[in-house]
């Protein structure tokens, strides 16, 4: 039912920012916890922040005092500044039914990912 496709990523020098865009499609999307996580090569697909969809947001430690996630209607978006090259990664945006969570294993919904890379 809950259709995502992100936006955004690119190539970005360290400390420059980026921001990514989530795109959501479904009737009760705006019910859904949204969350953004990332997978460099070789590594574990990781949280980054999520917000439930009454608006209470988290972050991983990695992302505190650097990025922002917010919501509007239909769309999800990450703000990202001061990026490191180990924010390298394929960024996903996820959606679930339930109440907010770190683990990728909870959401149902997934994007395809966007390519951030951050060169020093």
């Known amino acids: 039912q809950v259709q995502l496709v992100e936006s955004g990523g690119g190539l970005v020098q360290a400390g420059g920012s980026l921001r990514l865009s989530c795109a959501a499609s479904g009737h009760a999307f705006r019910s859904y916890s949204v969350a953004w996580f990332r997978q460099a090569p070789g590594k574990e697909r990781d949280f980054v922040a999520g917000?439930?969809?009454?608006?209470d947001k988290t972050y991983a430690d990695s992302a505190k005092g650097r990025f922002a996630i917010s919501r509007e209607r239909n769309t999800a978006t990450l703000q990202m500044n001061s990026l490191k090259p180990d924010d390298t990664a394929v960024y996903f945006c996820?959606?679930?039914?339930?109440?907010?969570?770190?683990?990728?294993?909870?959401?149902?919904?997934w994007g395809q990912g966007t390519q951030v890379t951050v060169v020093s």
């Open positions: 996820a959606a679930q039914a339930v109440g907010g969570s770190r683990a990728a294993a909870n959401y149902g919904y």
């Open positions: 917000i439930s969809w009454s608006g």
